[in-house]
């Protein structure tokens, strides 16, 4: 309550995550009838994802209205609105002075909540919506100096806009987490203790429901949080493979991502924006290889050894390919080309899924910077918004799900990702390949290349392509 008063004075947006049975949802009905009970003609938009999920806080403020010995003379409520009756005491209503119970199912479905004297927002259940439509018109209704906007739930996804305001967005927003292990808890303590028994401390499931944290990971995702984070810093050996991967959007919809490392090291990053072309990405792969080699004697490889640069030509990615054999020579890179013929095995099917397989396996070995990361040749990219922007890395990874039909590992396809409002995996995609073509000179070096199983061929001048 505290937070939400400071809230309508700095216009900063709050956020609580929560464990079961903290009263949250007790406290939320308060902050409604308070905003609704001290201004005139306000307006409160009740919203949850579904309208099983919205009715748990809208009758909470029945109850509570109930119990007053002033409100019921205020308050006139029905199925999805409680309205202000007129000072006389007659049933009418008085217009836009009301709170209103919505569905958050759409943008258009929660649209014109914006009171004159006012406006309060409250979202249960927040993780559940991740449509980004429907978060901007509910910022554009608390645009005032007079509005609120509350977000509150359980922790259950790694990705919308309730996960932000405790990672990217956490400057537009003041934050609380309520914990079912705190002193001051009232609830069901046994429910805590059948939690840790059933579970254990360190379960997605505990923590969720116990401790209002985020999970580790999404419950079907194939690769965790914490094997992702466990690469930061990490101690790992050094290998002399100077390697380039590169994730071409070219004129598709999503971002094109280069990595670049040596070995088992990322030491480079650039993300590029928006739609562009082969030339584009083309000059910032040369920036790339121009700051490996200017850094090659600290990254541990001889400054006029090859570099590799495997490109994912499937799609939208032939026109970079093309532009950059054309420096292949000048810059000394050898290019590989990542396709889509492969015939499968006792892993996966496609070569998209294979791709992650690799990168799941070298994740023990790979080592991530997490103090920063370079973004092209002069500018420093902050790394913790890098990890946790809209496009960061830990999002990318660590919220693709999979299933494991007949046996073989499916990654959830990019169009049904982006129909369950997030991005396109892009840098997962892009440090994939990187982890790929590691891999398989690991396994040369090991004398069990295999190369029946991918896509490359041997080139008679040397090299892979």
Not at 172 to 197: A, I, P, W
Not at 230 to 243: A, D, G, H, W
Not at 343 to 365: C, P, Y
Not at 394 to 422: A, F, H, Q, W
């Amino acid at each position: 309550m505290k937070a939400v008063a400071k809230s309508g004075r700095d216009r900063k947006y709050v956020a609580v995550k929560s464990g079961h049975g903290t009263g949250k949802t007790c406290v939320a009905s308060w902050i409604a009838l308070w905003f609704v009970f001290t201004r005139h003609n306000s307006r409160a938009g009740i919203l949850a994802p579904t309208e099983r999920q919205a009715k748990s806080l809208w009758g909470e403020m029945k109850f509570w209205i109930n119990q007053s010995p002033l409100l019921p003379d205020f308050f006139d409520y029905g199925a999805e609105i409680i309205g202000v009756k007129n000072f006389d005491g007659s049933k009418d209503t008085q217009g836009n002075w009301q709170m209103e119970l919505r569905t958050a199912s759409c943008a258009e479905n929660v649209a014109g909540l914006h009171g004159k004297g006012g406006t309060l927002i409250i979202v249960d259940e927040a993780s559940g919506i991740t449509d980004k439509d429907i978060i901007t018109t509910l910022e554009g209704a608390v645009s005032d100096k007079n509005s609120i906007f509350l977000m509150i739930g359980n922790p259950t996804q790694l990705f919308g806009e309730f996960y932000d305001a405790f990672h990217k967005s956490k400057k537009r927003y003041r934050t609380l987490t309520l914990s079912c292990e705190h002193k001051d808890y009232r609830g069901d303590k046994q429910y805590v203790r059948n939690m840790l028994e059933k579970f254990g401390r360190h379960s997605n499931e505990y923590k969720i429901r116990v401790l209002g944290e985020f999970p580790s990971s999404e419950s079907d995702s194939y690769i965790s949080l914490q094997e992702l984070t466990s690469t930061y810093n990490q101690e790992t050996k050094r290998l002399m493979i100077p390697i380039i991967s590169v994730d071409p959007a070219d004129f598709g919809a999503d971002n094109t991502e280069i990595c670049a490392g040596v070995g088992n090291h990322i030491y480079y990053w650039r993300s590029i924006k928006g739609r562009k072309d082969g030339h584009d990405n083309v000059r910032a792969i040369l920036d790339c290889v121009r700051h490996l080699r200017e850094n090659s004697e600290e990254y541990g490889f001889p400054r006029g050894m090859a570099i590799e640069v495997i490109i994912d030509v499937n799609g939208v990615g032939a026109s970079t390919r093309d532009v950059l054999k054309q420096y292949a020579r000048r810059e000394n890179l050898k290019i590989v080309e990542n396709k889509a013929q492969w015939a499968g095995d006792a892993t996966a099917e496609k070569m998209a899924d294979l791709l992650w397989v690799k990168m799941s396996e070298q994740l023990t070995e790979l080592c991530i910077p997490f103090n920063k990361f370079v973004a092209g040749s002069k500018n420093e990219l902050n790394n913790k918004d890098f990890f946790d922007g809209a496009d960061g890395l830990e999002r990318s990874i660590c919220s693709r799900k999979y299933s494991i039909p007949n046996g073989k590992i499916v990654l959830e396809s990019k169009d049904k990702m982006r129909s369950n409002g997030m991005r396109s995996p892009d840098k997962g995609d892009c440090l994939a390949l990187y982890c790929f073509l590691l891999s398989k000179h690991k396994r040369a070096k090991q004398g069990i290349f295999g190369m029946k199983t991918t896509a490359f061929k041997i080139n008679p001048e040397g090299g892979l392509i």
